[in-house]
């Protein structure tokens, strides 16, 4: 007679939008028993609670020694108390971006959840996009990134700021394909609507000397959600939302510095004036099939509980971007507007733009000193 495995016992902390998608996936997962839904806004939480088919709580710890693992997807000024009471029982953690608010409650986390043995996963969700697969070439061994991503103001996620609102999901991805130390970080930012950066600009360089430039923005106009990886085999250009990545690939000739432009005839420049691009450059676009990433997500951490294994996106790798995200945030705030000892610094320090920025802000970080005047 064949053994029937017991369902894991989860819940999920937050009735949110997205904690919503989270309860709806978990009670249609067969292995899986959602028990219950937790927020202190009584109407959300019943609402989400009956789409779902499972009990309603105002209070996480009417849960705890009932519950294999959990979902956190509250407010990220909450993470840190939640994830440690929780982990503290042993009790298995899928934390929705950010892992915490800071640098030091991300270790925290990590370590608690190294001490008791739980698996400890983050929802940079980005990692299970389709359209990654196709810039696997690329990915290796990146010489330059560039990303973009931005959006409407969406009225949640404003316990932060974009740093730890969008871009975090670009600064993972960059991290988990460079694999090496951050050297220097510079980064810019302005706040539009309220008391965080709601634009940001960030270029970051990598011992291994790859170079990454970030802009995220929530005022935005146009929904972007953008990456190019530049590397010694090729270009990947990738569309996350439309999951479709444009791979360009050096001809052999290139590859091997053999193709000249000062010693082409006449005859030679008037064709490659047609067909340099076909026949040195070429380009192919490969297009995902539709998936449920978040479904996805979540198949991972239940399989990472069952079986013991590491999730795709560890609590490291989410400590790991929230400490950059850290110290862009710092440079952020350290920023001076002008040449004047008591010039405007940081975010809130220049007036509300009349035009909204759009995602390709033509400010960005230099290398220029900035030489004040001594006061006197």
């Known amino acids: 007679m064949m053994t029937v495995a017991k369902k894991l016992r989860i819940a999920v902390i937050g009735a949110g939008r997205l904690g919503s998608f989270h309860a709806q996936k978990l009670a249609a997962c067969d292995d899986v028993e959602l028990v219950g839904v937790v927020d202190p806004l009584a109407e959300n939480c019943r609402r989400v609670a009956a789409e779902c088919r499972c009990p309603a709580f105002s209070d996480h710890r009417e849960l705890f020694g009932r519950l294999d693992g959990v979902v956190i997807a509250a407010p990220a000024q909450f993470h ?109 930012g302005l706040s539009v609507l309220g008391s965080h950066e709601d634009v940001a600009n960030a270029r970051l360089e990598f011992e291994c000397g790859c170079v990454a430039v970030l802009s995220a923005s929530r005022v935005s106009r146009q929904a972007v959600r953008r990456m190019k990886i530049w590397s010694q085999v090729g270009l990947a250009d990738v569309d996350f939302a439309a999951r479709t990545t444009t791979l360009t690939r050096p001809s052999e000739t290139l590859l091997g510095r053999r193709f000249d432009v000062d010693s082409l005839t006449p005859e030679e420049v008037e064709h490659y004036r047609e067909h340099l691009l076909d026949e040195h450059l070429p380009c192919e676009t490969v297009t995902a099939e539709p998936v449920d990433v978040l479904s996805l997500e979540l198949a991972d951490f239940v399989q990472s509980i069952r079986k013991r294994l590491h999730p795709r996106v560890t609590g490291e790798h989410g400590r790991d971007a929230v400490a950059v995200a850290e110290e862009i945030l710092a440079r952020i705030h350290a920023h001076a507007w002008d040449d004047d000892v008591g010039g405007p610094v940081g975010p809130m320090a220049v007036p509300r733009p009349s035009v909204i920025p759009a995602p390709h802000w033509s400010l960005k970080p230099g290398r220029v000193s900035v030489k004040r005047k001594e006061a006197g």
Do not use: W
Not at 87 to 115: D, I, N, T, Y
Not at 134 to 148: I, R
Not at 159 to 171: A, E
């Open 80 to 188: 840190h108390t939640l994830g440690l009471q929780f982990l503290s029982g042993g009790v298995h953690v899928l934390m929705e971006k950010p892992l915490a608010a800071r640098r030091s409650e991300a270790e925290q986390l990590v370590a608690v959840a190294r001490q008791m043995g739980a698996v400890l996963q983050v929802g940079h969700v980005e990692r299970f996009n389709p359209a990654l697969e196709a810039a696997a070439p690329c990915m290796a061994n990146p010489k330059y990134v560039e990303a973009v991503r931005a959006g409407g103001f969406t009225f949640r996620s404003t316990d932060v700021g974009v740093v730890l609102d969008l871009m975090i999901h670009d600064l993972d991805l960059v991290l988990a394909m460079a694999r090496s130390p951050v050297t220097r970080v510079d980064a810019l």
